[in-house]
């Protein structure tokens, strides 16, 4: 399903997973796109498979670990890019300890680039969707911000934040005509598995793959303006894992 043309989206953590599907979804579909991630060579890579498909694709390396550079950042891809249609706030980690055995600084980090992140991304481009009277979020959460699991307390504290976030900024854009959107998937099969800061020993061949993922936020995104899903949960027919 394509949308309108001429539209720009600004994705996060566009680099792998969930962003870099969803990257490939929207330039299917005709839509500009701002690539957001650490990794400039890997950004690049995907930049190139978007601008194959006849889209403007646009890379801009930021470390949302720097956590106050993040708005003044998104503020000039602004400038430089464009005034973004659609922010899908993607960029996140996986952290998996007991809550005891987990500290200050991790809880923090896991915190900054999973919620707070998403907060600085959209304090960023919110201007000028005020201004213009129209805008899409999209906050990709995951089905630990509605049910909680052993060992993954951080991580689940960080994306209910994330759902309560989306939650409050819904009420306060609505009347200024930005839509905002919550999808929760459940596992999804990514490189976040392979990450240092996870041990868990899932099938991954029963998760969801991020291309699926990737189809439900280019529907979100493909409603009509005067419609919005306000939350999506999205799990794998083989249940959550």
Known sequence: MSIEPKQRALITGASSGIGKATTIAFAGAGIDVALVGRSFEK????????????VIAKV???DFSYIDQVEPKMLEVASDFGDIDILINNAGIAYTANLQDTPLKDWQDVININLTSAFQCTMGVLPSMRQ?????????????????????????????GLIAFSQVLAQEEKINGIRITTICPGSVNT??????????????????????VAQSILYIASLPQQAVVDELTLISSAGIL
């Open 60 to 62: 801009y390396p930021v």
């Open 191 to 212: 490189e976040l598995w392979d990450t240092k800061t996870v041990n868990a020993g899932f099938d991954r061949s029963c998760m969801l793959n991020p291309e699926i």
């Open 132 to 160: 213009r009277r129209i805008g899409t979020i999209i906050n990709v959460a995951s089905i630990a911000g509605q049910k909680t699991f052993p060992g993954w307390g951080a991580y689940c504290v960080s994306k209910a």
């Open 43 to 54: 950004l690049k890579v995907v930049a190139t498979a978007a601008e194959n498909m006849g």
